[in-house]
């Protein structure tokens, strides 16, 4: 049986994806933080799966650029179900 995926676990796994790209980059909280206007505590959170914002998100993805690839994935995705209904 597969196990379905909550909200919770993807949130973890995002931090987990953010941190491990951050540590690739040999960065700190700190320096990504100050690459990006934002503070340390926000990265943390963030990686600990703690409610990001959106623009959070997006701002960390836009770094490492990953942007590009999400944004075109939910394109595809839009495009393939433009006809149904999520009610």
Do not use: C, H, W
């Not at 597969?2 to 909280?29: H, W």
């Not at 690459?35 to 836009?62: C, F, H, M, Y």
């Amino acid at each position: 049986m597969l196990q379905q995926t909550g909200i919770k676990e993807v949130k973890v796994s995002i931090g987990k994806l953010i941190r491990t790209l951050r540590e690739r980059e040999r960065l700190t909280q700190e320096q990504l933080a100050e690459q990006l206007a934002l503070s340390r505590l926000t990265i943390q959170n963030l990686e600990a799966g703690k409610n990001p914002t959106i623009d959070t998100l997006l701002k960390v993805l836009q770094y490492f650029e990953l942007l590009e690839g999400f944004g075109s994935y939910i394109a595809s995705e839009t495009a393939n179900n433009s006809q149904q209904s999520l009610y």
